[in-house]
């Protein structure tokens, strides 16, 4: 799988109206920088506010996903997003001036098309992903909507739909290569059933679906007085009923419903904001279930980010010992945090911090009750940090690092005498002139006891000028 992010060579412009809305629309997904995501900009609002494509900001799933941050809201976003995501866009801002994307022709066809016709460059931040461990299930027993997903080594797809139809019958559609994309799945096209149009009417929807967007199933008969009622609702006076579609429809794929159920999945799972390794079967899906399956991911990632990132083995030989920290970090005792380094890469690392009674600070804090101070535990995390960042520095004993900023710490429990801290710090983004962000965590005993992101400057030490 692709390791690094990756955003567009340019920007592609779409124009049209909304699907539920009928508001002409202009949209434009422009290029952006690592670790930025999918995110929607509404320019046509005052300040341009805007919302990250991320199952967190769904609001709506009827007919199509919503997503909302104050007074940034944009519907309908799952065919766009679908195109970017499984291309392999990683990073994007899509500037638009209405409440709800254009729908084109009910696929996502123009829009993997500009896709591939401006092209994909690669960045240099690192893609995530979420590896899944064991078996997750999502089920709605009572519409028969079920979504699994098994541990995997590559993303694959498999959907399966059966609504009780004679026209439609039982529907299957798989996804195992992403190349496969452009061409099965993305030119199909959104559908919907006769006897649901009235109640979407009704509900103030669909006010820009017509025969050119959206495949319509007709179940049963219909008279001459309904047909006469459809050339009013599409302003169309030639409608007819063919093999079970309104008016003589070419299907592009003798399963191409479920293989936009495929293609709207796709979106949708986009919204975790990261890759996944797994494999998927879903029947019946649709995107209240899509959506709500993301987050009970999240949830499980959420869960899986209060572990340690990497397993600490006591008996091995530490990659940088005391006296090796001692040539990158210019801290002496009694302010030296840091014991030993058991894991590093390019973009993170571990270390850790053996806390003993005859430290100083546990005669004053307190005298019959020691605990670490919390103020020492963000200094740990930041030497983990400067160690991370000045190991990838030529002649690091001439630099230093220094806080410009402290976020979202955490403390989640006391940290007393006779613990052992295992310490990680997470580059957020590539360290950029001189800048380095962190997010550091603490575990004790593999329980997550102090979190925070951290903004370091590099600076050359003085006497090095």
């Known amino acids: 799988m692709q390791k690094k992010q990756q955003t567009l060579n340019g920007s592609i412009s779409f124009s049209g109206k909304g699907l539920h809305t009928g508001v002409t629309v202009n949209m434009t997904v422009n290029p952006a920088a ?4 999918i995110v929607f900009r509404r320019v046509d609002l005052e300040g341009q506010p805007s919302v990250p494509a991320l199952c967190e900001y769904v609001t709506d799933t009827s007919r199509g996903t919503t997503i909302e941050k104050g007074e940034a809201k944009v519907s309908t976003i799952e065919h766009i997003i679908s195109a970017l995501w499984t291309l392999g866009v990683d990073n994007a801002l899509i500037d638009i001036d209405g409440p709800e994307t254009p729908i084109m022709d009910g696929s996502a066809r123009e829009y993997a098309a500009e896709i591939e016709r401006v092209g994909i460059v690669e960045q240099k931040a690192d893609r995530k992903y979420y590896e899944v461990t064991e078996k997750q299930v999502y089920t709605i027993p009572d519409k028969g909507v079920a979504i699994i997903i098994y541990p995997d080594d590559e993303f694959t797809v498999s959907v399966h739909v059966d609504y009780n139809s004679k026209v439609i019958g039982n529907q299957y559609a798989t996804l195992d290569m992403f190349n496969e994309y452009k061409d099965n799945i993305a030119p199909c096209r959104t559908f919907v059933f006769l006897h649901e149009l009235e109640p979407l009417l009704k509900m103030n929807l669909i006010k820009g679906g017509d025969l050119d967007n959206a495949i319509v199933v007709v179940e049963n008969p219909v008279s001459d007085e309904q047909l006469d009622h459809l050339k009013k609702i599409f302003g169309k006076e030639d409608i007819r009923v063919t093999g079970g579609y309104l008016n003589n429809l070419q299907l592009r ?42 987050k009970q991911l999240l949830r499980a990632i959420r869960r899986d980010g209060e572990k340690p990132a990497f397993k600490y083995n006591p008996a091995k030989a530490p990659l940088l010992d005391i006296n090796q920290i001692m040539k990158l970090l210019p801290h002496r005792y009694p302010f030296l945090l840091v014991d030993k380094v058991f894991y590093k890469d ?29 103020v020492l535990l963000v200094e740990a995390l930041a030497q983990t940090g400067g160690i991370l960042v000045l190991s990838g520095v030529e002649h690091p ?9 402290i976020d979202n710490v955490r403390f989640k429990r006391k940290v ?5 801290l295992q310490m990680e710090a997470h580059l957020v983004e590539p360290v950029r002139r001189g800048i380095a962000s962190i997010l550091g965590k603490i575990f004790v005993g593999g329980q997550l006891v102090c979190e925070a992101t951290l903004m370091a400057q590099i600076v050359r030490n003085k006497k090095s000028e």
């Open 34 to 37: 690592d670790n930025h995501g």
């Open 253 to 294: 794929a003798s399963n191409e419903l479920a293989r936009h159920k495929l293609l709207d999945l796709l979106g949708d799972f986009a919204l975790l904001g990261m890759r996944i390794k797994g494999r998927v079967w879903a029947s019946r899906p649709g995107h209240y279930a899509n959506t709500e399956f993301m």
């Open 346 to 374: 390019n973009n993170s690392i571990g270390t850790i911090k053996n806390i003993s009674f005859n430290e100083p600070q546990f005669t004053g804090h307190f005298p019959t009750e020691p605990v670490m101070p919390g």
């Open 397 to 405: 004993e001439e630099y230093s690092t220094y806080f410009l900023k």
């Open 416 to 420: 007393v005498p006779g613990d052992t």
